[in-house]
């Protein structure tokens, strides 16, 4: 009885000792909440990484410089959807501004400048536009729109030879993307420049409200907020060559001669042109040899068009949205904003591009 009883309690012993030990188990591998906290933050240089090519400005008028292992948790940071890493860039309304614009970005722009008759030069993104401003001007062309790529001139008047729009009105589901060229103007004085605006998803830039609250036809082929689209520009030779890319929808292709200007009379303005910038006095007429002698770089992000200046100033640029003064927390908070996530992004720079150092001096 009594090597019986002994048994029977070593029996309970040993029970008890294994329960204690996959308790204890279980108790460290469950520690997901440490893990977390201890796991490495996902930068925006680890998802596009290629920013020792650019300094980032951001929605505050600030320079960062190179944003390498940087966030900023109003500006610029990544999320992930669940499938894939997204880098966030995200502009207000209303709020400092960088150099003369009067726009708000949070935008890369690229430290080496090229010029475009020597240029073997190439941007490619994949990006999806997430906010859009929700106020502004129907009647005014800017609004609702933001920027998500571009190139500038680095010299001279500073004109932009491309800039790629997103925009979408109020209630519609699907927005346009088109792009437009800015005439290098011809003479000292840059107030005649104006802009010319292709359709490649939707509507151009040209298509507006017939009144402050009244929004054109929603465009049959447009592109969605959240939808994802690709851009590649590649500058060879002079000349502009431009591919967008969308599963849903054709893919288009356009090209630009960017050193021999086909605006060099007041003959040669288009038609569009005539009818938004003429009107308010921006009637210039290009240099014959275009941007030829200027050197370009390349910009991305997002480039918020929408502002809230009075559209009696300009009718084409001035969105009169509300701002709330400046303060950032409440545009986000009613949607007054542009945001835009980038999933892949690359550069790839020619042997001639040159330091572009001189373009951040003169706009801190």
Known sequence: MLKIKKKSRLKTILFITSIFILVSSCTKTSKKPDEKQNSKPVYASDV?????DWKLILGDGSNVGFANNFEHKDFFYTVN???????VYKAPNGGNTHGTSNNTRTELAQVKKWYPATA???LTATLKVMNV???GDARVAASYAVVVGQIHSADGHENEPLKIFYKKFPGHKKGSVFWHYEINTAGDDNSGRWDFSTAVWGNDFSVVGETENTYPEEPKNGIALGEEFSYEIVVKNGVMILKFTSK????KLFSKNLIESEYTTKADIPLQTQALFVPIGQDGVEKENGYAN???FFKLGSYNQTNGKSPE???????????????IQKQYADGNYAEVWFKTASIVVSKNAVSNEGYFTKND
């Open 48 to 52: 596009t990484p290629f920013f020792n």
């Open 81 to 87: 959807d669940g499938e894939n890493n997204w880098v």
């Open 120 to 122: 073997d030069d190439q």
């Open 133 to 135: 401003s929700s106020t």
């Open 248 to 251: 849903k929808h054709e893919t």
């Open 294 to 296: 200027e050197g370009c």
């Open 313 to 327: 100033v300009n009718k084409n640029w001035c969105s009169g949205a509300e701002t709330h003064n400046g303060d």
